[in-house]
């Protein structure tokens, strides 16, 4: 048997003006041809479907494309749980006619996956409990045990939790640990003599290598998984998040981030993009491979020391036909004039339109420009994880010359509490709006 899994698609999301839609539309198409190709029995997504929210009407087509390519037509099992960029009423939406095809769809946590019985030659689908489903693939010689498990936020725990101060809740990290462990040994604990079982997660394992873009803002304790508290028994743990693909040392049961399949900031420049396939066969453990992925157009950085010498490298990349986007960082040993900055952002064939072969150039840094920090020339640098508190206080000191008041950080954090938990009162007011609705016809 055979899986594949991807993650951290961000459908709708830019970088800066430059818009990655056509990047992304060849992404559906590649996903698919490798299902087809490599004849997958499931597709496990493990989150950040969206970059957003609310995502432009043509994200929210290329991923119904995605799923309706991958399942084909109910002879192929999808299993997709929202990440931190999604809405899960949103994501989920889809579930009354995405269950019919063997797709399943866990959108908040602890929301009930549903079941469908296509019959002899299509997927069947059996919930075993919450997030948990036992899925059956025509073909196949095993059922599949799949426990889903949608971002756990650490603000949704300490809403959850006793009312109180924000250093009490800071100071309680252990309370999130114990939540999110609990959530994976239900997840986990179902069992049957032969059946492949894999658990998908959207977390951040401690030790991993992150990246810019998902750099976090944190308002309640630090609860990141530990490696070790992922159960031993697993054929495969499917980890979405973190963009940088990689597996997981120190877990008892094989466990990988399958990385975003585009690079989507300049700090995954260096990174080989792929999907992760997973071999499973009776009586051996499971071998995972990478499938390199080729949509996405290249992120490069320019470090130039003359705006010929960048013009000489545009050229050279149109002459190979490379296509990459670019942040020129500029150090002529003095300050950019405005004109020279304009060049560099016409430089190449794309300078008449984004979507046009060619370099485009989406930022320019002025590496001598005073009063501004030196960019890091490091594309493989990853920005440090930040607190809600300690990003506060540094933009205090930036802008009053001197630290907040307790008080006055203790203030903001109950502020971006009381949002949270407005938003969180929303979408449970449409929820129980759309079962009502449900329910009427």
């Known amino acids: 048997m055979r899986l594949l899994h991807v993650s951290d698609l961000h459908f709708g999301r830019a970088l800066g003006d430059l818009s990655r839609e056509p990047e992304q539309r060849d992404l559906v198409g590649e996903l698919i041809a490798a299902a087809d190709e490599l004849e997958v029995a499931l597709t496990l997504i493990s989150g950040d479907v969206f970059d957003g929210w609310n995502p432009p009407a043509w994200a929210e087509d290329l991923f119904f494309e995605l799923l309706d390519g991958l399942a084909a037509g109910g002879q192929r099992a999808v299993a997709v749980i929202a990440g931190n960029h999604d809405s899960g009423l949103r994501l989920a939406a889809a579930d009354p006619l995405a269950r019919r095809l063997g797709i399943v769809l866990a959108g908040n946590v602890g929301e009930p996956c549903q079941g469908f019985d296509g019959g002899g030659d299509r997927v069947r689908v059996t919930p075993l409990a919450a997030q948990v489903v036992r899925i059956e693939v025509p073909g196949t010689d095993a059922p599949i045990l799949a426990g889903l498990l949608p971002f756990l936020s650490e603000a949704r725990v300490a809403r959850e939790g006793a009312p109180g101060p924000l250093v009490d809740l800071r100071a309680d990290g252990s309370r999130y640990e114990r939540r999110l462990a609990a959530e994976i040994a239900a997840r986990s604990a179902f069992t049957e003599p032969g059946a492949v079982r894999v658990l998908a997660l959207h977390q951040h394992v401690i030790a991993a290598i992150s990246t810019d873009s998902e750099r976090r803002l944190r308002l309640g304790p630090p609860g990141d998984l530990d490696a070790s508290a992922i159960p031993a028994g697993l054929d495969y743990v499917a980890l979405g998040h973190l963009h940088r693909p990689q597996a997981i040392l120190g877990s008892a049961s094989p466990a990988c981030y399958a990385g975003s399949p585009i690079a989507y900031s300049f700090s995954e420049a260096d990174q080989r993009k792929r999907a992760v396939l997973i071999d499973i066969a009776k009586g051996r453990p499971a071998r995972i491979t990478s499938v390199p992925l080729g949509s996405g157009r290249p ?143």
Not at 328 to 335: E, K, N, P, Q
Not at 350 to 372: I, K, N, S, Y
Not at 397 to 408: A, F, I, L, M
Not at 412 to 423: F, K, N, Q, S, T
């Open 299 to 441: 992120l490069e950085i320019w470090t130039v020391t003359s705006i010929d010498e960048a013009r000489d490298r545009a050229a050279r990349a149109d002459a190979e036909s490379a296509s990459p986007i670019v942040e020129v960082r500029a150090d002529l040993g003095r300050r950019l004039d405005p004109g020279e900055g304009s060049a560099l952002f016409r430089l190449g064939r794309a300078g008449a339109g984004p979507f046009l072969p060619g370099v485009t150039v989406v930022a320019v840094r002025d590496l001598h420009e005073p009063g501004r920090r030196e960019v890091s020339r490091d594309a493989t640098e990853a920005r440090a994880e930040v607190s809600a508190p300690d990003l506060f206080r540094e933009l205090w000191q930036n802008k009053h010359g001197s630290q907040p008041d307790d008080e006055t950080v203790e203030e903001l954090c109950g502020a971006l509490l009381d949002v949270a938990r407005d938003e969180e009162a929303a979408e449970r007011r449409a929820r129980e709006a759309a079962t009502r609705a449900g329910g009427a016809g």
